[in-house]
């Protein structure tokens, strides 16, 4: 069953939402050439201390960090670790969720590390779109399809691929709720759209093919074909006034803060 939030948990899901906010502001200055993924974790669980906030994946199903790492064909659920020393032109994404008064909110970005590759550049920018993409969809009386197919579409006519095993979800007092939420599919298919509905929209966009694989820890899933992932990920509310991206820019195409 679909929870549809009042104006009250929204405001609530708002202040979690600007907690992770600030948070991923001043993780993303800490990304650089040397840094690991073990010290990327470390960091976030410090500044998730400093805004009172819980870390939404440590625990959950058996998730070992506080953050997700995913650098380069790493497409989501990838396993901070001291051994994993990133580079001058690798691309890392970094996945976080986080628990405030009782309300989670969730998100994700993909960020350079030093000097990348024009092609690195293009996918971190189409994801991101692409979320935004998506936004505009979110209106009453609309389907998840319609969300979908604007993210599959935006990103298809750039040239990548979207992810199909892995989606987006319904959030709120759990971090996984219904609905789920594709990043493809077809307009008018797929739960109707309502006010009070808060979801996790992530597009998980990769430069070749859409197959993934999971490693054999269980969690990091990868491109096939080793080509580069990148993935962006908002708490997005539908609220009478139309969406508002309570973890990210508050217009739909992303433009200001």
């Not at 993780?27 to 410090?46: F, H, M, N």
């Not at 209106?139 to 040239?159: M, T």
């Not at 993934?212 to 609220?239: F, G, M, N, P």
Request: a negative charge; glycine letters at 8%; one cysteine or more.
């Amino acid at each position: 069953m679909i929870s549809l939030k009042s104006k009250h948990e929204i405001l609530l899901m708002r202040e979690s939402a600007k907690r992770l906010k600030a948070i991923l502001k001043r993780l993303e200055k800490s990304v650089c050439p040397g840094i690991t993924t073990y010290e990327i974790d470390q960091k976030a669980e410090q500044l998730m201390a400093e805004y009172q906030a819980k870390p939404a994946f440590k625990g959950y199903r058996g998730f070992p960090a506080s953050v997700c790492t995913s650098p380069n064909r790493v497409v989501v659920h990838g396993i901070p670790s001291k051994k994993c020393r990133l580079e001058e032109g690798d691309i890392v994404s970094v996945d976080i969720g986080i628990i405030h008064e009782g309300y989670y909110s969730d998100a994700a970005r993909t960020w350079p590390v030093g000097r990348i590759s024009g092609e690195a550049i293009e996918l971190i920018e189409v994801a991101r779109q692409a979320l935004y993409a998506g936004m505009q969809e979110l209106k009453p009386r609309n389907r998840i399809g319609d969300l979908s197919y604007a993210i599959q579409n935006y990103v298809e006519s750039k040239g990548f691929s979207v992810v199909r095993d892995f989606v987006g979800h319904g959030i709120g007092r759990a971090l996984h709720e219904d609905p789920q939420v594709p990043n493809f599919g077809r307009p008018g298919k797929g739960p109707r759209l309502e006010v009070g509905m808060v979801l996790a929209i992530e597009p998980m966009v990769v430069a070749g093919s859409h197959e993934v694989e999971i490693l054999q820890d269980s969690w990091t899933v990868v491109t096939r074909d080793h080509r580069l992932a990148s993935h962006y990920e908002d708490t997005v509310a539908l609220t009478e006034e139309g969406p508002i991206n309570l973890t990210g820019p508050q217009t739909c195409d992303g433009s200001s803060e």
